[in-house]
C-alpha cells in the first residue's frame, strides 16, 4: 500500500468521535490593542462561545485549545468554571498557525480517528455545521465548510488589474476543517519540516493531494480580525436571541 493510500485509508470504525484543536495563539495584530478570545460579546468571552458547540456535540470527543502562554493558566479556569470537560489540554502556541496546529496535534489523543481544527475566533460556528463537516470528513477524508464569494474578485500587480477571476467558482473557506488523522498529521509535519507557513489547513492535505470537500458554511459564520467585527458579532448574538 502507497503512502497516499494509508493516508486517505479511513479508520475502521465510522462511528469513531472527532479530536478538535481550537487555535487561538493569534497575536491579534488588527484588534488595535484588543484581546479578542477573551473580549466580551453578549457578556461572555469570546472563546466560550467558539468552545459551546463543540462541547454540545455528541460528534466531539476532546478539545485541545492552542494559545499564547500567558492566557494558558486563565483560559483554563475559564473551561473549568463553565463545565467544558471536553477541553482536556491547553498548551503554547507556535511562532506561526502551522506551528500552532503541530502544537496541538502533538496533544491530540492518538486513538483520534479524525481531527478537526477551529479558529478560536470564530465564536459563531454551530453544531449543525460541525457534525456535516465531520460526517462529511468521514467520507472523503478531508473537509470544510464554506460560502460563496459575492464580490468580484480581481488579480493584479502593481496596483493594476491582471484578471478577473470567474466569481462561481470561488468559494470563502470557514473553519472547523476536518481530515482524517494520519493525512493531517502528516501535511502539517511536511509544512514544518519545510517551514511552510500556511494560512489555512486544507493546504497542508491538498499538497499531499487530498482533494477537499466543501460543505455548506454560513455567512454568521465570521472571524473576528478587526474591532467592527465585534460590532457585527453582537448583532449576530442579538438576532440569535430574538429567534
Known amino acids: 500500500m502507497g503512502i497516499l493510500q494509508r493516508l486517505f485509508k479511513k479508520p475502521e470504525d465510522p462511528e469513531e468521535g472527532c479530536a478538535v484543536i481550537v487555535v487561538a495563539a493569534g497575536s491579534a495584530t488588527r484588534m488595535d490593542g484588543i484581546d479578542k478570545i477573551m473580549t466580551p460579546l453578549g457578556g461572555t468571552p469570546l472563546i466560550l462561545h467558539t468552545l459551546a458547540p463543540f462541547q454540545a456535540s455528541l460528534l466531539v470527543e476532546e478539545i485541545v485549545i492552542v494559545t499564547q502562554e500567558d492566557k494558558m493558566v486563565e483560559i483554563g479556569t475559564l473551561c473549568s468554571r ?26 491530540v489523543s492518538k486513538s483520534a480517528g479524525y481531527i478537526a481544527i477551529q479558529d478560536g475566533a470564530r465564536p459563531f460556528v454551530t453544531r449543525e455545521i460541525i ?38 467558482s470561488l468559494f470563502a473557506i470557514q473553519t472547523p476543517q476536518i481530515f482524517a488523522a494520519p493525512l493531517i498529521r502528516a501535511g502539517i509535519q511536511k509544512a514544518v519540516e519545510e517551514k511552510s507557513s500556511l494560512t489555512d489547513d486544507c493546504a497542508a492535505v491538498e499538497r499531499l493531494g487530498c482533494p477537499v470537500a466543501l460543505t455548506q458554511g454560513s455567512e454568521e459564520n465570521i472571524k473576528i480580525t478587526t474591532p467592527a467585527d465585534l460590532i457585527l458579532g453582537e448583532a449576530i448574538l442579538a438576532a440569535r436571541e430574538e429567534v
Open 82 to 107: 463553565n463545565g467544558f470537560d471536553k477541553v482536556k489540554r491547553i498548551v503554547k502556541g507556535g511562532a506561526t498557525r502551522t506551528d500552532s496546529v503541530w502544537a496541538g496535534l502533538k496533544e
Open 131 to 168: 457534525e456535516e463537516t465531520i460526517r462529511t470528513a468521514k467520507a472523503r477524508s478531508a473537509a470544510a465548510p464554506a460560502i460563496p464569494v459575492k464580490d468580484t474578485i480581481k488579480r493584479a500587480e502593481d496596483g493594476v488589474v491582471t484578471e478577473t477571476l470567474d466569481r462561481a
